[in-house]
């Protein structure tokens, strides 16, 4: 079962690249506000159905994990507030993805962006000296990532002009060369890594009862809680700019804030049964938004392209495996 449910979460979390891509229009400026509002809409249903089902579920132990990483919290307004810090750098990580997609192939920003995992797991093996990088695979990993995102760079930075046209001639879009296109999903990587140190440091707290000061089912409602907030934010702005009408009629959008929810919802259920090798699966989930990308989007990349995405999908499985074993 614990294998179904990671391949959902993989399904699930490439399907939100997918469907957030293709909502996003190339010229439209607001276009990251939007998906801002669409995911942060849904997470704020998803909240408000723990909310209930919280008050009716006294022991998460007793249901199965999916149906209480669906249906159960012991949030409280004060988790909240411990939480905040670490959701604004996870949500903030988020939106600048978002605003990536206007500018470079999902093939290209998504494996980028999927490697904040490797570079949180150096960073807490720096920081704290106990995880520190021992495994060989672990090193190779971290390695090939490196190496993997440093050749994209090089590789688009030295593309010539009238080849990137000829390859991107039967592509839904043209993309032209840009600093910011490659700068957007590695400050995405970094702050999202960032993210998961500043989780990692805010779970090792303990009260003076030797518990921690917030559970996974809080924490997950309090970034929810956050999103929808941010959502209600990207809706003001929208309706100042009278850019709501578009807003709504954008399915594509809400469907990649559907398939963020839910990703996460069985990516928790994965996670509170401690199931390692789902998260290993889980991990690869921009291996399936490449292939999207090609199918749906008809983005051709060029062979040094996909020799230095393959190489980044190689360091983000191998970190996978580490941590997930």
């Not at 190496?147 to 030295?158: A, T």
């Not at 002009?161 to 600093?179: H, M, P, T």
């Amino acid at each position: 079962m614990w294998f179904i449910f990671s391949v959902i979460a993989l399904l699930c979390w490439s399907g939100s690249d997918l469907f957030s891509k293709v909502g996003t229009a190339q010229k439209d400026k607001n276009s990251h506000w939007k998906v801002v509002f669409a995911v942060g809409f849904v997470m704020g249903i998803h909240f408000l159905i723990t909310l209930i089902g919280g008050a009716f579920i006294e022991d998460p132990e007793s249901v199965p994990k999916f149906v209480a990483s669906l249906f159960y919290t012991d949030f409280t307004i004060r988790d909240f507030f411990v939480y905040l810090p670490v959701a604004a750098i996870y949500i903030a990580a988020m939106v600048f993805g978002y605003i990536g997609l206007r500018y470079i192939e999902l093939s290209i920003s998504s494996p980028i962006c999927n490697c904040s995992g490797s570079l949180a797991f150096l960073l807490c093996s720096l920081i704290w000296p106990d995880e520190a990088i021992k495994n060989p695979l672990a090193i190779i990993g971290v390695v090939a990532v490196s190496l993997g995102i440093i050749s994209l760079g090089f590789v688009e930075s030295h593309e010539d002009d009238e080849l990137r046209a000829l390859r991107q001639e039967k592509s839904n879009r043209k993309y032209s060369k840009s600093v910011l296109a490659l700068l957007l999903p590695v400050i995405y990587l970094v702050v999202d890594a960032l993210g998961t140190v500043a989780d990692e440091y805010l779970f090792s707290i303990e009260d003076e009862f030797g518990n921690g000061i917030i559970t996974d089912y809080a924490s997950n409602s309090a970034f929810e809680l956050t999103f929808f907030l941010l959502a209600v934010v990207a809706f003001i702005v929208l309706a100042v700019k009278k850019d709501l009408p578009s807003l709504f009629k954008n399915r594509a959008i809400f469907a990649g804030g559907a398939c963020e929810t839910v990703g996460q919802i069985f990516y928790m259920a994965v996670m509170f049964a401690d199931y390692t090798i789902g998260m290993v699966i889980i991990s690869a989930y921009c291996v399936l938004s490449v292939l999207w990308s090609a199918i749906f989007l008809r983005e051709r990349l060029s062979a040094k392209h996909y020799l230095s995405v393959g190489i980044t999908i190689l360091g983000i499985i191998l970190i996978g495996i580490v941590t997930g074993g």
